[in-house]
């Protein structure tokens, strides 16, 4: 079987598995955050170490497997490099540190699995923009790459921005929560989710691949289902949390 063969069930294999964990998701909250359990979820680490453990690879490993690509040193995969990396560098090492987790815990499993996941998916889509796809000088030109590009930078910069709003929300010493407001919080429950899902469409798009669309698929198989329990958990928790918020999308769900 070639390597392109197998990267395409590959692909299949992870659009299979963004069903699975959608389904999970709608019966069992994931265990972080908010919704974090000290009960059934085995060894726990710090928050901050348990973001670094889950995001890393996809810093590490995607670059590994980028640079064994016989395209790596060409312009267009090194741009896209550059685009993956930003967001990764910028989950794996700036946004732990800037979250109030003070003595707050995540489930060791649950920093393993995201782990894993990421090695799956750094090595398919890295290995398809340096080695399996064929990307021409000029596709940085093009409407594939202009449009999704555009759409990341939105998604990143909401992303970003929304959590800024989060981070905002706790003066030094406190640990309660509070109703976010500013910002998409006007329009959504979770715009941090609604980002990041606009990132990964953008980067489907810019790269125009089967893994970036499978990695759009599994991140919204991931993100909203937790922004559905991030709204039911707003609206139980605060008698006055506004009614006409949607979870993910404005005016829409």
């Not at 995540?106 to 990307?135: D, K």
């Not at 990041?196 to 991931?222: D, Q, R």
């Not at 605060?238 to 918020?245: A, G, M």
Request: hydrophobic share 50%; glycine share 8%; with cysteine.
């Amino acid at each position: 079987m070639s390597e392109l063969v197998l990267h395409g069930w590959l692909v299949w294999a992870m659009v299979a598995l963004g069903v699975i964990t959608f389904v999970a998701l709608l019966v069992i909250t994931a265990p972080y955050g908010r919704h974090y359990s000290n009960e059934g979820w085995g060894p726990k680490v710090p928050n901050r170490l348990g973001w670094v453990l889950m995001e890393i690879p996809s810093v590490i490993v995607f670059a590994w497997v980028f640079s064994r690509g016989q395209n790596a040193t060409e312009l267009v995969p090194l741009v896209l490099l550059g685009i993956w990396q930003w967001h990764y560098i910028h989950r794996t090492f700036i946004f732990p540190l800037r979250i109030k987790t003070q003595g707050k815990f995540m489930p060791l499993l649950v920093a393993l699995l995201g782990a894993s996941f990421n090695c799956f998916n750094s090595y398919l889509n890295a290995r398809w923009i340096s080695q399996l796809g064929t990307y021409s000088a000029d596709w940085l030109t093009g409407p594939c790459f202009l449009i999704g590009a555009s759409i990341f930078l939105v998604g990143f910069v909401l992303n970003v921005h929304s959590d800024s709003v989060l981070f905002r929300l706790r003066a030094p010493g406190e640990t309660g929560y509070k109703i976010p407001q500013g910002g998409a919080y006007r329009w959504v429950s979770s715009p941090n989710y609604l980002g990041e899902l606009l990132e990964w469409l953008g980067w489907s798009i810019a790269t125009w691949s089967t893994a970036g669309f499978a990695f759009f698929i599994y991140t919204a198989a991931n993100l909203v289902p937790r922004a559905m329990s991030n709204h039911r958990w707003y609206q139980e928790t605060f008698e006055d949390y506004p009614k006409e918020r949607k979870r993910i999308i404005p005016g829409i769900f």
